[in-house]
């Protein structure tokens, strides 16, 4: 298996779960054994948790090689690995190579928060820097406004730059995340948008059209992209990420791929889907590992994702890219409510903020694709699944 995160191990551990005794091949980039990101921008920052899963390779039977990474397929035999330090022939092989973050030009240094050792870079920052760091985020997606949440419980002087028209507007829209601007000035926290950062500088950013942000410290947070570049010129075919099935099989024998570099097709929404979610790390490596043993399982959920920003839990789930309706459940300017997307009279996804079973109401509902009632689902005092 080429990485080792999340879906790299609970492949391995599915593997072993349901029978497999051939030999299994752990190879990963980072020095550190795997971890879960989502604590990364949340616990880790704040309290200093420690992420890793305490993977039991003796137990499990699992050749772990960190430090190592992928970097193509033996062009003299494809059912090889080549890494940075050896070949590795294979009768299967799992691409979980992850993603890599999307980097701005300029000479001045960035930072990210992709990693563990990211995260606690910047926690170490934060407990030990200027009383008042001036700290720039670029980025107003998910990431950045966690990392601006804690930046702010820290005392530093937050400003985040976002090209797009509102916060979270390339991740559900602009009129749904232009409701979370307020959060970001009730936190004391400097939020522009609309605005292009042209380069990073020592000392700060300088904005297309010639205007300077001074900064101590800059984070870019502008988004990820699958790691696959290692595959370039090999028969497994790329389309934003592995193109995979639905069984999560690559377009070459006997390569799977999984994770955040996999793009699967998913025949509840009709098309090829990409996500970057803990829950597919989790859930996605048990159809690898029944395809791997023979079977013939089918990879299609109801995706989901959760953020916790700015002292509000906000979930989300499905995939709204095709939806024709968005109605609002509850008032968006209030302490709690929901966005929910329709198509074809059907709910496809919705966001919730602090609205815990509204969420898992909806998640269900998507699932079921029943018609729903519109004037029903709008009304807070109706629950979710109540709505049909």
Known sequence: MAGAGLAGLRTAE???????????????????PPYDRPPLSKKVLTDGIDPSLRADFDALDVDFRPEESATGLDPSN???????????????LVLATGAVPVTLPGAGRQRFLRTYDD???????????????????????????????????????????EAGPAPLASAVGAPVGAQTARWYAAAGVGLRTGVAVESVQPGGLALAGGEWIAADEVVTAVGVRPATGWLAGSDVRLENGVAVDAGLRASQPGVYAVGDCAAFESRRFGRRLRFEHWDVALHAPEVVAANVLGGDEVYDPVPYFWSEQFGRMVQYAGYHGDAERLLWRGDPSGPAWAACWLAVGRLVAIMTVDRPRDLQQGRRLIASAAPVDAGRLADPAVPVKDAT
């Open 78 to 92: 494809p059912g090889a690995l080549l890494t940075t330090r050896d070949k590795y022939p294979f009768e299967h």
């Open 14 to 32: 599915e593997l072993r779960a349901r029978g497999y005794d051939g030999q299994i091949i752990l190879i990963g980039a980072e020095a550190r």
């Open 119 to 161: 995260a606690l870079a910047l926690r170490a920052l934060f407990l030990s820097g200027p009383r008042r760091l001036r700290l720039a985020i670029v980025g107003a997606g998910w990431i950045g406004a966690e990392l601006a949440t804690a930046a702010a419980g820290y005392g530093c002087e937050v400003t985040v730059m």
